[in-house]
């Protein structure tokens, strides 16, 4: 994974997008070409934690990048990664009349089908970011309802293989995961996948579930993490299923008075916190998301249905790893919160 490989990738998307509105909009001497061809278009954007937060930071920058590359009005709604705050923001949000919605699927799909179902039947296009709601998806893609982020399940899957094999764990080894099972739809699916992916190698298990009050503000679960380490003091691998969680894995190593490179550490996404903690060795291995995407895309989804009636596009936006290979490439980025 390079700067170089995403960059063109991003630019070939926006000029791919540039050019179908250059094409259409021959009839009006190329306006939409060279405006802001999304304007009046109103949108309710969902970033997911809490204001300013790790991750939640990231999809909002992309947000306003789309905000002020394509000219909508965008609303934005923090939930502090709370699944219920967000249905009740939903709620909130298609009361104000709005032409689409860009939401997580962290409910789930039973929570979240009605308000689906109302949204569309009042006019509002909805898609999904980060994670997805497979079969609502299917239902209304027709209608605009697309999916940007990653395979979650796979994803989970694929960071505990790589972790067994970078790490060089051998079957009867003991991993702490820490993550989000219990959380309903595809969000769950991940841990599920990081768990399995263990266990399809062998390695021992130990799971706990993230309290609500460590999800909000992960620097309140040193404690913790300090007790289930040191309940289990032969752990070889941690995973944190959450960015704000991997983030705070110096933190958490320090707090559990463990150095750094004792136990292989891995999670999910990038941050500037993430990346220092890569490159002070106490954090090993992070899948990258890039939730820069996970904002920009869902606002260009919801203008181009609106607009020109285009179907749900569905994005894997899951672009590598990173380690301490190659995390000088992408900590300027984190630095900046693109990355």
Not at 112 to 138: H, M, R, W, Y
Request: net charge positive; glycine share 12%.
């Amino acid at each position: 994974m390079s700067i170089k490989k995403a960059k063109v990738g991003f630019a070939a998307l926006v000029i791919a997008a540039s050019s179908f509105v250059a094409i259409t909009s021959a009839t009006t001497a190329n306006a939409a070409a060279t405006t802001q061809w999304c304007k009046g278009v109103k949108i309710a954007a969902f970033p997911g934690g809490p204001q300013g937060g790790v991750f939640a930071n990231n999809v909002y920058n992309g947000y306003r990048q789309a905000e002020k590359d394509l000219g909508p009005t965008v609303k934005y709604y923090f939930s502090d990664w709370d699944p219920a705050k967000m249905v009740t923001q939903w709620k909130e949000a298609i009361a104000t009349k709005p032409n689409g919605i860009a939401m997580y699927g962290f409910m789930g799909p039973e929570a979240a089908k009605p308000l689906v179902e109302d949204s569309f039947k009042k006019g509002i296009i909805v898609t999904t970011l980060n994670t997805s709601l497979v079969d609502l998806q299917a239902q209304y893609s027709t209608k605009g309802f697309g999916y940007v982020g990653a395979v979650n399940y796979k994803a989970g899957v694929d960071l505990a293989l790589e972790m067994v094999k970078r790490g060089k764990l051998a079957a009867g080894d003991s991993a702490f995961v820490w993550g989000l099972k219990g959380q309903g739809g595809d969000r769950g699916q991940r841990t599920v996948g990081v768990i399995e992916g263990f266990e399809k190698a062998k390695i021992k298990v130990i799971y706990q579930e993230i309290d609500q009050a460590t999800n909000t503000t992960p620097a309140s679960g040193g404690p913790t993490f300090a007790g289930i380490m040191a309940k289990n003091p032969g752990v070889k691998a941690v995973v944190t299923d959450h960015g704000g969680l991997t983030s705070t894995a110096a933190t958490y190593m320090k707090a559990a008075n463990l150095k750094a490179g004792s136990v292989y550490f891995g999670g999910f996404d990038v941050s500037p916190a993430t990346t220092a903690a890569i490159e002070s060795g106490f954090l090993q291995l992070v899948i990258d998301q890039q939730p820069f995407l996970q904002g920009y895309l869902p606002i260009l989804q919801i203008c181009l249905t609106k607009k020109y009636g285009f179907s749900g596009l569905d994005v894997n936006t899951a672009g590598g790893f990173v380690d301490a290979s190659n995390v000088k490439i992408v900590a300027p980025l984190a630095k900046v919160e693109i990355r």
